[in-house]
């Protein structure tokens, strides 16, 4: 029996609540009226002050993107079907503002989580619900899957609310639902980006999360993002008696649950099949703490120990040095007062223990700190000591030793549990959303150290100490949290968030280039909707043919985001060397360190995980398998050369030497038509005299005179340089007889290289097989030499520059005073390429002050583009010239036909500018493609761009200060020249 309430929260079924449902229309309309006049405004605002946007889609945003053709037969069309005609059968009930009201309500059910005649409960009591939440049954939302939505058809429920400024107001409010949702929005700033009235006149969505039959379902709340992305958190039921994976538990605030690190460990090591997957231990011996006997000893490997992962700070700690080791090796000695253990080692041992291991790894007491070759060895061995401990114990909270361990011993933790009881069941907020990167561990100063980089990659597993409960990891299965029932499926992984703007997806399709070749087009939306898209076209001059083409439609699909960390446990295999290096140097290059001769050597554990037992070198960080392809990074953001009493540390061509973030481009979305760019340069290599004087011996007979007369030749010469065979550098003439198979990732859209003798590796390009020799690219001083074709680059103010039609010069420039060129923001490291102003490519220079805008005489140097290697731009599936061509066109055989075609057949005779043509007057959006003048330099095509760099050279000697991607077209405009490049 409902209890007396106020007006607004009769029942549904009464007059009173009918006429106002009514007057709700006019309340939605209302909501409506003043969105469109705001986001009008804002439009004429960023008009008059001509504001640029920003992309708002990244290379690694797209990389999850799936974008395929959409079949009229297909089974997600079926379920679609499905779900519209269950859907239609329900009211639809919509909480519009102030009251619910029903959208269809000549339709005879009412959705199984709307109670039309709730219980109305005092507003003082502990319970209460407001109008909006007492209609909802929380209940059946937490036991029952597949209900229906109110909004669209959806599985899981998507419930949507225009009720956001109801939550977010405090006076007059006691819904205890609310009040839970307002806490944690208030103590996260998550509505922080919205003014006042797009909060109260805001929406939220309740969205069921439902991982499948044998897991709990848990309930996303979802803010509205007005254009953003959209912020969420999840809210789940606590049952403690629960041993459902993903059900709610308690978390209690003073003390960590032990028992659950110990199940974790259980589970991993029993379920997660480790037994072939230990790592070789290249170690005879171990220092450790004995945490037993409380003292530093060696014990014999293998054996259970853990490692503690935490960050040094500034202040002093105990450390193991020639003075104390006598005093630290002693039993007990670890107990001694005078030592001052910090107290995050202190409770590592603990935790330790508790794990039921006996033997903890802590580099400050396990390195002899002053010896240099103790400490070479054991660096060396980083890799080794990380991956075979059973356990990494990560503090990563701590900006400094003596903080501890949230949750252990006298440490406290700062975050509790909001828990609510509603219609009788118990709710709270979840302290992490196991879905999205964890605040607690990614905004720790643990995280910007580029040492814990290493350790976190090559922990098999952990746990880290957060600010509200234990998170475990390994590299098998999901992360484990202390407020939830584990999940030891090690194949499980949650599911996807769509945390991609619809504005945004929309956006970057319809301006796709390779895109263009459909008139028409639609996208299918997440929510089923079909939006079309149109380019203007003139109807009596279209082929009459085109008139009857059916428009395609795309339909999206987005992962979850991915990086190094997650490659790590790549359980469908989709990740290849080249994709975990790549991902590795993005996030690696975000950390900082103290010592700046350290960013080689915090790399080496990383490299040892990308290398997966091949026959690789790495250079400076670059992996010998790939090396063309690693020496384009590109700058995130000005960067600084790093040096030592002013001497540059480590050679230009490695993203090592220079202090800032890095990355390479993408191949387009997940499954874009990509052939893997190609090498375009002849790599030479220093040699002895010896080795020509012996060639030149072996070439014929020879006579006395002439081998004392090339002998003298030889030592008057300054450089000495041997060609590396290019057929055997890139695979070429073993092909057919070295084991290679070629397979097609269709989920990829990208030739996969496999090989017996490396099991389980794939490749996008075959590498050196077991024991095949690799030369040295680099030489002893760190230089790279090779000979590519260049053109000579000049800073040109593009306000006063004026475009020649006729091909004239044989130079490129790069613009300035050109952002007018973008449609959206361009970064001022972010240049466009032109020849004879028209539009040929896009630059990312290392630094801003790298490229003077003074004459080439000035300064003392000269500019040059160099061409790397040959490729093409992604493009949307299908391929245009159809799959078999696709498929069929092997990588190594596009190896071998465009480095021929560079450097015996010379630039195309096909592919040719257009010198009738005037420049382009559309400013394009910048994502880092060459965006050229196709007027000019013609349409997109394949293997129409070089991958290049930019180089400042000066007495011989180039420096590398950019990069970027150049028209193949253009390019061969400016008729480029052979250059030897010494690159420092």
């Known amino acids: 029996m409902a209890s007396q309430s106020p007006p607004e929260a009769s029942p549904l079924s009464q007059p009173q609540e009918t006429q106002t449902a009514d007057t709700s229309n006019s309340d939605l309309m209302d909501l409506f009226q003043r969105r469109g006049a705001k986001n009008l405004a804002m439009m004429e605002e960023a008009h008059r002050e001509r504001k640029h946007d920003v992309d708002g889609l990244s290379d690694r945003d797209l990389e999850r993107i799936t974008i395929s053709l959409k079949s009229d037969g297909d089974d997600d069309n079926r379920h679609s079907e499905e779900l519209l005609k269950r859907f239609e059968q329900y009211k639809h009930h919509s909480f519009q503002v102030k009251h619910w009201k029903p959208l ?33 049954n929380f209940t059946a939302l937490f036991t029952q899957r597949g209900l229906p939505g109110n909004e669209v058809p959806s599985n899981p429920t998507r419930i949507k609310l225009h009720g956001l400024g109801r939550v977010m107001k405090e006076e007059g409010n006691n819904c205890v639902f609310c009040r839970l949702l307002r806490r944690k929005i208030i103590d996260n700033g998550l509505l922080s980006r919205l003014a006042e009235d797009d909060i109260q006149d805001g929406d939220f969505a309740l969205n069921v999360i439902d991982e499948g039959p044998d897991y709990a379902l848990r309930l996303e709340v979802e803010l509205e993002g007005n254009g953003r992305t959209p912020e969420r958190f999840v809210v789940q039921r606590l ?70 992962s935490y960050v040094w700070g500034k202040g002093c700690q105990t ?36 794990a039921g291991l006996r033997y903890l790894w802590v580099d400050a007491l396990c390195i002899l700190q002053d010896d240099a070759k103790d400490k070479v ?72 150290r580029a040492w814990t980089f290493q350790e976190q990659a090559l922990s098999t597993r952990s746990v880290h100490f957060t600010h509200s409960q234990m998170v475990f990891k390994c590299a098998h299965t999901t992360v484990m949290l202390e407020e939830t029932v584990p999940t030891p499926d090690p194949a499980f992984r949650h599911s996807a968030i769509e945390d991609q703007t619809e504005q945004d997806l929309m956006f970057r399709i319809w301006t796709d280039p390779s895109l263009r070749r459909y008139l028409n087009k639609g996208i299918s939306t997440r929510n089923g909707d079909i939006i079309m898209m149109s380019e203007d076209i003139d109807l009596s001059n279209l082929d009459p043919e085109m008139k009857k083409t059916k428009a395609p439609v795309f339909d999206l699909k987005v992962d979850a985001p991915r990086d190094f960390m997650s490659s790590l446990g790549d359980i469908e295999g989709g990740s290849t060397p080249w994709d975990m290096y790549r991902r590795a140097v993005d996030n690696y290059t975000k950390r900082k360190l103290t010592w700046e001769s350290d960013a080689v050597n915090s790399f080496v554990g990383v490299e040892h995980i990308i290398r997966q037992g091949t026959n690789t070198k790495f250079w400076y960080g670059l992996p010998s398998f790939a090396l063309e392809h690693a020496l384009l990074w590109q700058a995130g953001e000005p960067l600084e050369r790093r040096s030592l009493s002013g001497k540059a540390i480590f050679p230009s061509w490695s993203w090592a030497a220079w202090r800032g973030h890095v990355s390479y481009r993408g191949r387009g979305y997940k499954n874009s038509i990509y052939w893997e760019p190609v090498s375009v340069v002849r790599w030479m290599v220093r040699e002895k005299p010896q080795w020509f004087i012996d060639r030149f011996k072996e070439d014929g007979d020879k006579t006395v005179e002439e081998v004392e007369a090339y002998t003298q030749q030889v030592a008057e010469a300054r450089l000495l340089l041997r060609e590396l065979n290019g057929f055997s550098l890139h695979h070429l003439d073993t092909k057919g007889k070295d084991g290679w198979t070629v397979e097609h990732d269709e989920a990829y859209n990208r030739h996969i290289y496999t ?79 032109y020849h004879q102003g028209y539009r040929a490519g896009f630059l990312s220079l290392n630094a801003l002050h790298l490229l003077s805008p003074e004459p080439i005489e000035d300064n003392g140097y000269e500019y040059h583009l160099v061409a790397i290697t040959r490729g093409s731009l992604p493009h949307v599936p299908p391929p245009a010239p159809g799959w078999d061509f696709y498929w069929n066109t092997e990588p190594r055989d596009i190896q071998y036909h465009l480095f021929d075609e560079e450097w015996r057949g010379g630039p195309s005779k096909v592919n040719v500018p257009k010198e009738t043509a005037e420049p382009g007057s559309g400013a394009q ?22 991958n290049v760099l930019l180089l400042r050279t000066r007495s011989g000697i180039s420096e590398r200060i950019g990069a970027g991607k150049v028209s193949y077209c253009a390019f061969g405009a400016a008729r480029p020249e052979e250059m030897l490049v010494r690159l420092a």
Request: a negative charge.
């Open 925 to 946: 959006n910048e994502n880092g493609d060459p965006h050229w003048d196709q007027g000019r330099f013609n349409g997109l095509a394949v293997f129409d761009v070089y």
């Open 239 to 308: 049952e403690e008696e629960s041993q459902q994976p993903l059900a709610g538990r308690f978390v209690q605030q003073d003390q960590a649950d032990m028992n659950r690190l110990r199940d974790w460990l259980r589970i991993c090591e029993e379920t997660h099949g480790l037994a072939d997957q230990k790592p070789e231990i290249d170690m005879a011996s171990l220092r450790v703490i004995d945490t037993e006997e409380l003292c530093i000893r060696e014990v014999d490997m293998p054996c259970r120990y853990a490692c503690l």
């Open 377 to 448: 060895k054991i660096i060396s061995k980083m890799g080794t000591i990380y991956s075979a401990a059973t356990l990494t114990i990560v503090a990563s909270t701590n900006t400094d030793p003596q903080e501890g361990l949230p949750g252990i011993g006298s440490t406290p933790r700062l975050t509790t549990q909001m828990i609510a009881n509603i219609q009788g069941i118990t709710l709270a907020v979840a302290l992490h959303d196991p879905r999205q990167p964890i605040p607690d561990i990614i905004d720790s100063v643990w995280s910007t």
């Open 319 to 354: 450390q193991y040095t020639t003075d104390t080791r006598h005093a630290l090796e002693a039993q007990r000695g670890l107990e001694e007062s005078t030592l001052g253990l910090p107290q995050t080692i202190k409770d590592a041992i603990n935790v330790t223990q508790e």
């Open 755 to 833: 090989h017996q003798a490396y099991q389980g590796v794939k490749f996008t390009y075959p590498v050196c097989l077991p024991g095949q020799k690799i030369d040295n690219r680099p030489d002893t001083n760190g230089m790279l030499l090779f000979m590519a074709h260049a053109i000579p680059i000049v800073v040109s103010d593009m306000k006063q520059a004026s475009f020649k039609m006729a091909i004239e010069d044989r130079f490129f420039q790069i613009g300035i005073n050109d952002e007018a060129r973008s449609a959206n923001y361009r970064p001022p490291w972010q240049r466009i390429i």
């Open 104 to 136: 269809r309500p000549d339709r005879g059910l009412d959705e199984e989580w709307f109670i039309t005649d709730p219980d109305v409960l005092p507003e003082d009591d502990p319970g209460y619900l407001c109008n909006m939440c007492r209609h909802i």
